[in-house]
């Protein structure tokens, strides 16, 4: 079966400082991979997918960047830190882009930058 | 750009009463709509999925309406539990497999 992986749960970062998220999925080739953020107040926020290794698409103009190294880890990045941050960053998967499809989430990150 | 609005933003019941969330989108040209589980600081679970060319879906007592015409998409809960306390999230997709969400509905079933 396949899973999915996020670490770390949760942290707490000042600002200007740098992050980094990580997702993992398990049990699956070549899945395409997504980073929502879910802030106070305000509906779940795509940022960043990716449908294979080195391809990254943002739907969001903002201070964090994606990575995905390799077919099934995908990585939250941003070298300064600001207060807008902070929120709940999920991390999700979907086999195909097939419309009979969902995607799969992750435990997700709980970000607070103070 | 794709609006998706629920109603109620928060809705308290006693266990045993059957309910509705509500949810609409502005732009009809969706290839599905899912209706997705989230409990208290935890992911997203998802419960149904209904493709455009669908009007509806059924997964034990719930039940999901598509009316993508008017935009609108329903999500009926029967015989509520204290169990199905959660927030519970609408989501349209269309474009490159992006999903619009809603701020989401929280239900509290009381015993």
């Known amino acids: 079966s396949q899973t999915i992986h996020q670490w770390p749960a949760t942290l707490v970062q000042p600002v200007g400082s740098p992050l980094s998220l990580e997702c993992t999925v398990e049990g699956t080739s070549n899945p395409n991979l997504y980073w929502y953020r879910q802030a106070a107040g305000r509906g779940l926020q795509l940022l960043f997918y990716s449908v294979g290794i080195g391809q990254i698409s943002s739907e969001v103009p903002q201070n964090l960047s994606a990575s995905r190294p390799q077919d099934r880890q995908f990585i939250l990045s941003s070298k300064k830190l600001l207060l807008s941050d902070s929120g709940f960053y999920l991390c999700?998967?979907?086999?195909?882009?097939?419309?009979?499809?969902?995607?799969?989430f992750g435990p997700g990150t709980r970000l607070t930058v103070l | 750009k794709q609006e998706v609005t629920q109603i109620p933003a928060a809705l308290s019941v006693p266990e045993g009463e059957n309910l509705v969330l509500n949810c609409s989108f502005t732009?009809?040209?969706?290839?599905?709509l899912q209706w997705f589980r989230q409990d208290p600081g935890k992911g997203l679970t998802s419960l149904l999925l209904i493709q455009s060319s669908q009007r509806e879906q059924t997964s034990g007592r719930l039940n999901a309406s598509l009316d993508k015409s008017s935009g609108r998409s329903t999500l009926y809960i029967a015989a509520s539990q204290p169990g199905d306390s959660a927030t519970y999230l609408c989501a349209t997709l269309s474009g490159y497999s992006t999903l619009t969400f809603g701020k989401g509905t929280m239900l509290l079933v009381s015993p």
């Open positions: 732009d009809s040209a969706i290839y599905n």
């Open positions: 999700a998967w979907g086999a195909s882009l097939n419309v009979a499809d969902t995607q799969y």
